[in-house]
């Protein structure tokens, strides 16, 4: 069975079909009730997710609506239920889930009553389902990014049929609200602001897996957050592949910066963050709310993938290297404590020695905190995959290693300046390697250790940063 589905399609009222869900809920709960007495357990599931903020986000929606039908989730790929929530970004990322499904296979063979689902990213490439529907014939569900919400109702279809369900949009215009939402803490939550992308970065498959850029209502946004407040919620990431565009797209245009101000009224929240900025986009009055705001945190992830112009440009990013240095001085200026941290890419095609010594030359002048760093990945159906002079690997391999040690030298230095200073940290975890330790985020993304029991979870605490360990602390409460 193939649900193919495409935009025009899809013209239902979003309560409407928050209501079908619901019900298509209520059947699966009959139906696993009725199962697990056949069976003499309760049936589990497992949510793997492979990817970004945003798809980490996505699997809590997912966890949300098996925990509804009823579903014990656990870590272990031994479920009644497993779900990848996939990642296409850099082919690596794919060739992890072909890997793991193998291994699947073969839980399935011991397991009669497992079913396998795969989403996200990956599946919304035609090239990447063809291949499951020829080579994988044991996955049960295939989804996309645009339809999470329709979970329920492509397992009842699962079950009424025997075989594999396919059910891809190309893109939508839809965003389904109120959805039930498991969240993996209960202090900290991440919003989603928007969803797609339209800029078409050259290397970048994500507007083809996402789809057109689309804006939540701000009341939609709001409401939530205050929701998630009065749950115990007291910091929240705000997420968008560009949420430097937001609100473009509403009936009611407003502004990234006019939303902050909204959230920022919101009582009992006490930390905002936000990501993913776009340089292009980053306006002067993101910068005022910024500076002014107390609830902002002082940190800011601007990616700049090159630092060469000419790459800029062949990259479609739609600034040059010295506007992008100028956008980091009014940043500074306005913000002297701000962290700044950024994506590079190396390795795009054509980026010769020159280029790369550019990008040295950016990260140096603006001494990021902390680069995730890139080697450049050919995604099919890029403008990029087709640019001839695909750079020699081991060049690749050789700039990696060079930007990685200048990116880990800058920023021990800038973690060992805040070293002796008292700064306010949420506590998150117990700390994984000692117990008697607690694990808390500072407003510029880093994290400190220091002597802490349960209780403190979730609370923001006072903490000297007693010693700089390369990029954490170890601290005391004071
Ligand atoms: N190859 C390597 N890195 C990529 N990114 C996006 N597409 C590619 C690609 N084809 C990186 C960019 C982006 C981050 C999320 O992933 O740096 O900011
Ligand atoms: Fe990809 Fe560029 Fe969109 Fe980011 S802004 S998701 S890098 S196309």
Known sequence: MNLENTMSQITKEFSDETQRQYQFIENLKIWYNKKTQEIGRTLTACVQCFGCQMNARDAEKITGILEQIGYQMVETEEADFVIYNTCTVRENAN????????????????NPHMMIALCGCMMQEQTVVDKIKKSYRYVDIIFGTHNIFKLAELMQARLDSKGMIIDIWKDTTEIVEDLPSERKYRFKAGVNIMFGCN?????????????????????????????L???????????????????KNLENPMTFA???????KIEGLERIRFMTSHPKDLSDSLIEVMKHSKKICTHLHLP?????????KIMNRKYTKEQYLD?????????????LTTDIIVGFPGETEEDFEETLDVIRKVKYDSAYTFIYSKRTGTPAASMEEQVDDAVVKERFNRLLKEVQTISAELTKKHENTVQKALVEQINEQDASLVTGRLSNNLLVHFKGCEDLIGKIVDVRLNECKGFYYIGEMV
């Open 229 to 247: 407040v009065a749950d115990g919620v007291v910091e929240i990431m705000l997420l968008g592949q560009n949420v430097n565009s937001y609100g």
């Open 258 to 264: 006019e939303l902050l101000q909204e959230i920022e």
């Open 199 to 227: 800029n078409f970065c050259s290397y970048c498959i994500v507007p083809y897996v996402r789809g057109r850029e689309r804006s939540r209502n701000p009341e939609d946004i709001v409401k939530e957050i205050k929701q």
């Open 95 to 110: 060739l992890k889930v072909y890997g793991r499904l193998g291994y699947l296979n073969k839980l399935k063979k011991k």
């Open 327 to 339: 956008l980091v001085d009014r940043i500074k200026t306005a913000m002297p404590e701000i962290s």
């Open 304 to 312: 700049v993938q090159s630092g060469s112009s000419r790459i800029l």
